[in-house]
C-alpha cells in the first residue's frame, strides 16, 4: 500500500485536520498522480457537514483534481511519467450497463465509483478524495490536462468546468439564444464564460446588484438584479434558457416565468431542502426543467481541450491546506472570486 497524507474529516461536526491513510498499489492499469492543486467545491461541504446524508467519515474531500503523473501501471497506455492529468467526480462505474456504454458513466446504473466518500467496486473500500498529496486512478477514468493552463485555474474544471459545459453541449446552447444563468458562484462564473464563448446572449440574474461589473468583466452582456419586482416583470417570457448554479434554497417559479414558450430551465445546484414547482409555470408556456449532472470522461476531455483552444479557465483564490475550515466559512457567505484552489505543495 502506498502511505499518503491528507485533511480529513472525522464526522460531520468537527474540523478537517491532517489524516495519514493507505492508497492500493499501482495496478497494471493504474497511474499515479502527485497531485499538485485541487479545486473545493460547494459539494464538499455538503458531503464534509453530511446535509445530503450518507457520508462516509473519515472523509478525505477533493474531486477537482490536478497533478502529475508519477508512475503508470505496465499496461498503460494513455499515460507516461511526466505527464499532467487530472481527475474528476469519479473515479470508475460499472462500464457495462446503458450509460456506461454510451459514454456517460457519471449516470451509471449499477456503480458509479465516487472520487470520495463512496466504495471501491470491492464494495468495502472508501474512497479517499483530492486533499492529499497523491491518487492513484484507473487511466481510463484518468483526464489528459492540456499543457498551456494555469493548472491552479484548470482544477475546479473538472467539476465546475464540465458541470456547467456539459448541458451546454445536450440542450446545443449557441448563437441566437438568450441564457439567463442564475447565481455567480464557482458554477456561475464558469457559465458565463462558457455560454458567451458559444455565442449565447448571456445575462447574469443576481440578488446582488454589486456582482454587475463582474459580471461583465466575465463575459456576461447584461445584468439584472432580481429583487427588483419591476425588473422581474420585465423579464417575463424572455429567455430561451436559464441555468440556475444556485445551491442554497431558492424560489424556483421566479425563474420559470423568466422563460419563453418551450424555454429550458437547467438545475446545476443541488440546495438540501426539497423545492415547490408550480405546475401552472410549466403548463402554459410549454416549459421545461430538466437537469444535469458533470459529464462522462470522454465530454469531459472534450471540455478541457475546449478550454484550452480557447483560453477559458476558472478564476481561483490559491490557499495552503491548513486554511481549508476557514475557507469553507467564507465559502457559506459567498466570500471567494471564485473558486478556492488549494496548493497541495503547502501538505508538506
Given at each position: 500500500?502506498?502511505?499518503?497524507?491528507g485533511?480529513?474529516?472525522?464526522?460531520?461536526?468537527?474540523p478537517?485536520?491532517?489524516?495519514?491513510?493507505e492508497?492500493r498499489?499501482?495496478?497494471?492499469?493504474?497511474v499515479?498522480?502527485?497531485?499538485?492543486?485541487?479545486?473545493?467545491?460547494?459539494?464538499?461541504?455538503?458531503?464534509?457537514r453530511?446535509?445530503?446524508?450518507?457520508?462516509?467519515y473519515p472523509?478525505?474531500?477533493?474531486?477537482?483534481?490536478?497533478?502529475?503523473?508519477?508512475?503508470?501501471?505496465?499496461?498503460?497506455d494513455?499515460?507516461k511519467?511526466?505527464d499532467?492529468?487530472?481527475?474528476?467526480?469519479?473515479?470508475?462505474?460499472?462500464?457495462?450497463?446503458?450509460?456506461?456504454?454510451?459514454?456517460?458513466?457519471?449516470?451509471c446504473?449499477n456503480?458509479?465509483?465516487?472520487?470520495?466518500s463512496?466504495?471501491?467496486?470491492?464494495?468495502?473500500t472508501?474512497?479517499q478524495?483530492?486533499y492529499?498529496?497523491?491518487?492513484v486512478?484507473?487511466?481510463?477514468y484518468?483526464l489528459?490536462?492540456?499543457?498551456?493552463?494555469?493548472?491552479?485555474?484548470v482544477?475546479?474544471?473538472?467539476?465546475?468546468?464540465?458541470t456547467?459545459?456539459?448541458?451546454?453541449?445536450?440542450?446545443?446552447?449557441?448563437?441566437?439564444?438568450r441564457?439567463?444563468?442564475v447565481?455567480l458562484?464557482?458554477?456561475?462564473?464558469?457559465?458565463?464564460k462558457?455560454?458567451?464563448?458559444?455565442?449565447?446572449?448571456?445575462?447574469?440574474?443576481?440578488t446582488s446588484?454589486?456582482?454587475?461589473?463582474d459580471?461583465?468583466?466575465l463575459?456576461?452582456?447584461n445584468f439584472?438584479?432580481t429583487?427588483?419586482?419591476?425588473?422581474m416583470?420585465e423579464?417575463?417570457?424572455?429567455?430561451?434558457?436559464?441555468?440556475?448554479?444556485?445551491?442554497?434554497?431558492h424560489?424556483?417559479?421566479?425563474y420559470?416565468?423568466?422563460?419563453?414558450?418551450?424555454?429550458t430551465?437547467?438545475?446545476?445546484?443541488?440546495p438540501?431542502?426539497?423545492?415547490e414547482v408550480?405546475?401552472a409555470?410549466?403548463?402554459?408556456?410549454?416549459?421545461?426543467m430538466?437537469?444535469?449532472?458533470?459529464g462522462?470522461i470522454?465530454?469531459?476531455?472534450?471540455?478541457l481541450?475546449?478550454?484550452?483552444?480557447?483560453?477559458i479557465?476558472?478564476?481561483?483564490?490559491?490557499?495552503p491546506?491548513?486554511?481549508?475550515?476557514?475557507a469553507?466559512?467564507?465559502?457559506?457567505?459567498?466570500?471567494?472570486?471564485?473558486r478556492f484552489?488549494?496548493?497541495?505543495?503547502s501538505?508538506?
Open positions: 500500500m502506498i502511505q499518503t497524507k485533511y480529513a474529516a472525522q464526522d460531520a461536526s468537527t478537517l485536520a491532517p489524516f495519514d491513510f492508497r498499489e499501482v495496478g497494471e492499469h493504474d499515479q498522480i502527485e497531485i499538485l492543486y485541487c479545486g473545493v467545491c460547494h459539494s464538499d461541504l455538503h458531503q464534509v453530511n446535509e445530503w446524508g450518507g457520508a462516509l472523509m478525505v474531500p477533493g474531486h477537482e483534481i490536478v497533478g502529475r503523473v508519477v508512475k503508470v501501471g505496465e499496461k498503460v494513455k499515460f511519467e511526466g499532467l492529468a487530472g481527475v474528476g467526480c469519479f473515479v470508475d462505474s460499472c462500464r457495462h450497463c446503458h450509460s456506461c456504454n454510451e459514454g456517460l458513466e457519471q449516470y446504473e456503480h458509479l465509483v465516487v472520487t470520495y463512496g466504495l471501491e467496486k470491492d464494495g468495502k472508501v474512497t478524495g483530492g492529499s498529496n497523491q491518487i486512478v484507473d487511466e481510463k484518468t489528459k490536462v492540456p499543457e498551456n493552463l494555469d493548472l491552479s485555474r482544477a475546479p474544471l473538472l467539476c465546475a468546468g464540465i456547467t459545459y456539459s448541458p451546454m453541449k445536450e440542450w446545443k446552447i449557441g448563437k441566437g439564444h441564457v439567463g444563468i447565481g458562484g464557482g458554477l456561475g462564473h464558469m457559465a458565463v462558457l455560454a458567451a464563448s458559444m455565442g449565447a446572449d448571456v445575462t447574469v440574474l443576481s446588484p454589486e456582482k454587475e461589473k459580471a461583465r468583466e463575459g456576461a452582456h439584472k438584479n429583487k427588483d419586482d419591476e425588473v416583470k423579464m417575463a417570457d424572455s429567455y430561451d434558457f436559464i441555468i440556475d448554479t444556485v445551491s442554497a434554497p424560489n424556483y417559479n421566479n420559470l416565468t423568466l422563460l419563453k414558450r418551450d424555454g430551465m437547467i438545475l446545476l445546484g443541488a438540501p431542502a426539497p423545492a408550480i405546475a409555470n410549466l403548463l402554459f408556456k410549454r416549459r421545461r430538466v437537469g444535469s449532472l458533470i462522462g470522454a465530454e469531459t476531455q472534450e471540455m481541450d475546449y478550454c484550452a483552444e480557447h483560453n479557465m476558472s478564476d481561483v483564490e490559491v490557499i491546506i491548513d486554511y481549508i475550515n476557514e469553507y466559512e467564507r465559502m457559506l457567505k459567498g466570500d471567494v472570486k471564485y484552489v488549494i496548493d497541495m505543495a501538505l508538506d
